[in-house]
């Protein structure tokens, strides 16, 4: 285990204030040069380290991070939009989020140049976007970048908690059906406190690799058993609405925007690679995990739709029949989300453990470190508990988290980056307020509907 102290983790800037409030930009003018929006001469190679990954070890944890339990919630989301309408939206959603992430990992690059540093977060992207732009905002760099910092920990404490829920829902479903066992959903998710526990006391992402590529490999299998279930019993396309409601769209939205739930790993991803550039060429890392993760979203909201129709339930494995071969594949799927629960875990802990490194003494990091991760654990799965529907709680936490790291934040970075280049021209001003258009209209709508279902339910 690496010494906490000496842990190779994000650098932020000199003018980190030591308190909320204590904000300290320099009145100083930037200067500013011209360059190409993708000027790829910004990526260059990193001394390897220990955490260092490859390409191919980069693309396992992108595409694991990306293939949740909102997979499985596809069916659901194609019933609310309709079954062509779901396919379309679906591809121009997901084009829409790579685009975006792709403006935050060359921003990265751009601020990381401009500041002298090699590693950055999301957060502190947009901190050094906010004061590199027009004085008016220059100083509030660090209010905006804890603004980031608390949609990443809802969005992805909240991933972890629909985790938990979904593990749940499948072991209750599995042993109720399949033998004498019969327990609670909530006795099973304490029960998946002994193994989530150990789990997350792995703090490398490269030692999480080798057990992200067999939960990849199992997953790619229990997918491709469930699709093939979706193929083997398709009903007429005429006999399903091809457009849904208007009104049913944000559900939609939201459940697609959880499905795509790898947004704020890309950073500590891209952060732990030794040849950045190999991450955001056009047949890189980024493009072709999210192209694959496409394919694959596509393929399982359509087909999945068109075999269960109306009966779909929150997640697709609760349809599945009631064969030995069918049922185990619960089991597969619950294996695969307990890989996938540490990489999302990982972001918020590397937010708190940087700071127990810059806080607290070298000797107390360790014990305060784990004891941070063992209790983000525990709060996870007790507020689980509390969650009656998984669909609902699914789109809620899509529409509001997911859509502001996805499709807010990053056209508010390209906005002030190209600033600091003195590249604003009015294509890119329309390109970015259409943009962010789309996201306040899907973050309120999604927001709200999904906000109204749940207080149904509560009062129901």
């Not at 009145?27 to 220990?50: C, G, M």
């Not at 997901?94 to 975006?100: D, E, G, T, V």
């Not at 593990?167 to 989530?196: Q, Y």
């Amino acid at each position: 285990m690496a010494n906490p102290a000496t842990r190779d983790g994000y650098q932020e800037f000199d003018n980190e204030p030591e308190l909320p409030g204590e904000v300290q930009v320099e009145n100083q003018q930037i200067p500013r040069r011209n360059t190409v929006s993708e000027d790829t001469s910004l990526f260059q190679d990193r001394q390897p380290t220990e955490n260092s990954l490859s390409p191919e070890q980069a693309f396992i944890h992108m595409v694991k991070a990306m293939l949740g339990t909102g997979l499985l919630s596809l069916p659901l989301a194609f019933k609310h939009s309709g079954l062509f309408l779901g396919l379309i939206l679906t591809v121009l959603i997901c084009l829409i989020c790579l685009y975006c992430m792709r403006q935050v990992v060359f921003a990265a690059h751009f601020v990381c140049n401009r500041n002298g540093r090699d590693l950055i977060d999301y957060a502190n992207i947009m901190r050094g976007a906010v004061e590199m732009g027009p004085p008016w905002i220059m100083r509030k760099g660090y209010f905006f970048k804890q603004l980031v910092n608390v949609n990443m920990f809802i969005s992805q404490l909240g991933f972890c908690c629909v985790y938990f829920v979904f593990m749940a829902d499948n072991l209750e479903d599995f042993f109720n059906n399949n033998t004498s066992i019969h327990l609670s959903k909530a006795v099973w998710m304490l029960l998946l406190l002994i193994p989530m526990l150990s789990i997350c006391s792995i703090r490398r992402l490269s030692i999480l690799a080798p057990f992200a590529m067999a939960a990849n490999v199992v997953y790619v299998v229990a997918v491709a058993v469930v699709l093939f279930f979706f193929l083997s019993d398709l009903r007429p396309i005429d006999s399903l609405p091809w457009f849904g409601k208007a009104t049913d769209l944000p559900l939609f939205f939201g459940t697609v925007m959880f499905a795509f739930e790898g947004v704020a790993v890309i950073m500590p991803i891209e952060n732990r690679m030794q040849s950045p550039h190999s991450f955001i060429a056009w047949n890189g890392v980024l493009n072709s995990s999210c192209l694959v993760v496409l394919a694959i979203f596509s393929v399982t909201g359509f087909y999945g739709y068109l075999s269960l129709g109306n009966d779909v339930k929150d997640t697709a494995t609760l349809n599945l029949p009631m064969t030995p071969f069918y049922q185990t594949i619960k089991l597969m799927f619950v294996a695969c989300i307990m890989i996938s629960y540490p990489l999302q875990f990982y972001v918020p802990m590397e937010r708190i453990e940087k700071w127990i490194t810059r806080k607290i003494s070298a000797d107390k990091q360790t014990f305060y470190i784990y004891f941070a991760r063992y209790t983000g654990v525990l709060l996870t799965c007790a507020i689980a508990e509390l969650i009656p529907h998984l669909a609902l709680f699914i789109s809620l936490i899509g529409a509001f988290s997911g859509a502001s790291m996805a499709l807010l934040f990053p056209p508010l970075i390209e906005l002030l980056t190209s600033y600091a280049k003195n590249e604003l021209t009015s294509g890119l001003w329309a390109k970015n307020i259409l943009l962010l258009g789309f996201a306040i209209v899907g973050f309120t709508t999604g927001t709200y509907s999904a906000l109204v279902e749940i207080a149904k339910t509560f009062s129901g």
